[in-house]
């Protein structure tokens, strides 16, 4: 008959309660987060998402800001007869269309979500502040393109302007709508309130009407000022030069190049901005 000491019986009873209890800890411990997506896929998710959602709701809207703009350059044709005066109306009217939407309704989307609640959602997704706003604002400036293209067309023909080279579209729209749209959603969402962030992107869109589409010339001394802090101005200016017969094209390239400069810097402060919106 072999006696078993107590020390091992009191052993192997602790083993059995020890190896439980460390298995309920693992199942208590919290599951690892999945890495952060990055950048670019989650700038192409939050664009074809934002594409879809606004598809429906902006295009009568865009309807609207083409036919405002097409209507004031018939307005001005009885005061303008050609020249720069012509040109300047022309580009100013083609991009305010980039201006109400990329600012207007950006500022009014953002103030919104700020008001309801709904950056919430998008805190809640894995996905890089910065691709959440370059997003939204690629989508609402893609709604301009149609718009600005056939606002600066019919200017042409109005004005008796050259076609030959609208092609700079394809860099005056985006870079004039990242500076516009960043402008746009800093304003949403850094304004206290929706009222607020749709009365500051009302007025961004009657400055961008004023100080864009009436010539330079024609403005008193101050205003000219702050025509140089708009952003859309270099865009305006950019698309004014190219329908002289001979365009100056190291102007036009550094003015496009300012316009891409104030892009990038209100594209920064409206990530910011939405960092700070989305923590508190």
Not at 95 to 114: I, K, M, P, S
Not at 246 to 271: E, F, I, N, R
Request: hydrophobic share 55%.
């Amino acid at each position: 008959m072999s006696i078993v000491p107590a020390e091992a019986v009191g052993g192997k009873s602790r083993t059995v309660p020890d190896a439980r209890a460390a298995t309920d800890r693992a199942d208590r411990a919290p599951a690892a987060l999945a890495p952060r997506a990055r950048l670019l896929p989650s700038l192409a998710a939050v664009y074809r998402a934002q594409l879809s959602r606004a598809r429906v709701a902006r295009i009568p809207l865009l309807f609207v800001a083409t036919f405002q703009s097409v209507g004031i350059m018939i307005l001005m044709r009885g005061v303008v007869d050609g020249g720069a005066e012509a040109r300047a109306v022309v580009a100013g009217s083609s991009v305010l269309v980039v201006a109400f939407v990329a600012l207007n309704l950006l500022a009014q989307y953002f103030g919104q979500l700020r008001a309801t609640g709904g950056l919430d959602h998008y805190a809640t997704l894995p996905v890089p502040p910065a691709a959440v706003v370059l997003g939204a604002a690629g989508a609402y400036a893609s709604f301009t393109v149609p718009g600005t293209a056939v606002t600066a067309v019919t200017g042409s023909l109005l004005f008796d302007l050259p076609l030959t080279h609208l092609w700079v579209l394809v860099a005056v729209i985006p870079l004039s709508g990242a500076a516009l749209a960043g402008l746009g959603a800093a304003l949403g969402l850094l304004a206290p309130r929706q009222e607020l962030a749709t009365l500051f992107g009302q007025l961004g869109m009657s400055a961008a009407l004023l100080l864009g589409v009436l010539p330079a010339d024609r403005l008193p001394g101050p205003f000219t000022y702050a025509r140089d802090l708009l952003p859309s101005t270099y865009g305006v200016e950019a698309l004014a030069r190219t329908f002289d017969r001979h365009p100056d094209w190291p102007t036009v390239v550094l003015d496009l190049a300012v316009c891409a400069a104030v892009g990038v810097v209100s594209l920064a402060v409206a990530t910011w901005a939405y960092r700070r919106a989305a923590v508190r």
